[in-house]
């Protein structure tokens, strides 16, 4: 590319402007919107289907969506709707805050700073709407 534009502000602007011709509607889509609709697991479910469903002995739910939450970072937390969605999920499963942001403060080991940094700003940004939610 020779112009000094963002490459991926170009890409979702296109993105937007395809939505747009296809359907009109689409022009004040906010995906996080739509994530209202999806509600949290609750933990008992969450604990059966993700936990130690399989054996006694294993990872329990919150365990797993914290490593969940681990891989969703490494991958430099490009997926914005599932990395918000485990991040409530973790926290009904009893991830503390400071666990959500520990785990994915490790990953910068391995992912990055960039990666930590987008991980954190959508994690900080559930957390957010919860206490909004809450109050």
């Known amino acids: 590319m020779t112009d000094s534009q963002n490459p991926f502000e170009f890409f979702m602007r296109q993105a937007q402007e395809m939505a747009k011709a296809w359907n009109p509607a689409l022009e004040t ?3 996080r919107e739509i994530e209202k609709f999806w509600p ?3 933990k ?3 604990e059966m ?3 130690k469903g399989l054996s006694k002995d294993g990872l329990d739910a919150k365990t797993r969506l914290l490593l969940t939450l681990a891989g969703l970072t490494m991958q430099g937390a490009q997926a914005e ?3 918000r969605m485990n991040v409530r999920h973790a926290m009904e499963a009893g ?3 400071d666990e959500i942001a520990e785990t994915i403060a490790q990953m910068s080991m391995f992912a990055g700073i960039p990666a930590m940094t987008r991980a954190m700003e959508l994690a900080r ?3 957010e709407d919860t206490e ?3 109050t």
Do not use: I, Q, Y
Request: aromatic content about 12%; overall charge negative.
């Open 132 to 134: 909004d939610d809450a």
């Open 40 to 42: 949290t697991m609750p």
């Open 29 to 31: 889509l906010n995906t």
């Open 49 to 51: 289907s993700f936990g």
């Open 95 to 97: 991830a503390t805050k």
């Open 81 to 83: 709707t599932p990395f």
């Open 125 to 127: 940004s559930v957390m």
């Open 44 to 46: 008992d479910f969450m």
